[in-house]
């Protein structure tokens, strides 16, 4: 994707921290020149220096046939996004929009039976320990977990170009950008409040 210098991101913790944090993913790949793309939770894991991109769709999703003739897959991975207006700046501007985005390339390959069953664990694991009653893989009837097993196909995306865009104000001066997280803070949606938290997190850390 295009990503003007200033808003580039290299640092590879950083950039692991943002797709544990925003694993609900698409994934996209092509049929015959045509993208198609599925819209999923993934799990990112380090095998090593190599990261990996896990997950799994529906058997009747057709995607998934599409990946032994695609050569590079690609996974989006979406942060907090907010309009910016212009009246926020102290002089003259024009509107735009603050986002951060993580875009993923490498080979995609069908997972095999373990590998989709391990994951399943890990998902269920991670979204089901805090609660009070947690639906565990240990805890789901074996019969209703083979039943399902048979309706999706897991996939794994061995990353070779990792494209890191954080567009977060950070060309503007002090004042306007205290301004414009200000500003966010006082918006009705939790879209823009969180960007007003990145924003504060990026420039503390600078």
């Known amino acids: 994707m295009y990503i003007p210098k200033r808003f580039h991101i290299k640092d590879s913790e950083e950039i692991w921290s943002f797709l544990k944090t925003h694993s609900f993913a698409t994934l996209v790949t092509t049929r015959e020149g045509r993208p198609l793309a599925t819209h999923i939770p993934v799990i990112v894991r380090r095998d090593g220096e190599d990261l990996l991109i896990s997950g799994h769709v529906a058997y009747g999703n057709s995607q998934w046939k599409t990946w032994e003739e695609t050569k590079e897959a690609l996974v989006i991975f979406q942060g907090p996004h907010s309009y910016i207006s212009s009246s926020w700046y102290e002089e003259e501007q024009v509107p735009t929009w603050n986002y951060q985005a993580v875009h993923v390339y490498g080979p995609i ?32 009837t074996p019969e209703l977990l083979e039943r399902e097993i048979k309706g999706i196909v897991g996939f794994v995306v061995e990353t070779t170009e990792v494209q890191a865009a954080y567009k977060m104000s950070q060309n503007w001066k002090d004042h306007d950008y205290a301004t414009i997280i200000d500003q966010l803070k006082k918006e009705p949606d939790t879209g823009a409040h969180q960007v007003a938290s990145e924003m504060e997190r990026l420039r503390t850390s600078d």
Not at 113 to 121: G, I, V
Not at 123 to 130: D, G, I, K, N, R
Not at 132 to 139: C, G, I, K, R
């Open 109 to 140: 390959r069908k997972q095999t039976d373990e590998e989709l069953r391990d994951d399943l664990k890990q998902l269920m694991f991670t979204y089901e320990q805090h609660r009070e009653h947690p639906v565990l893989w240990e805890t789901v």
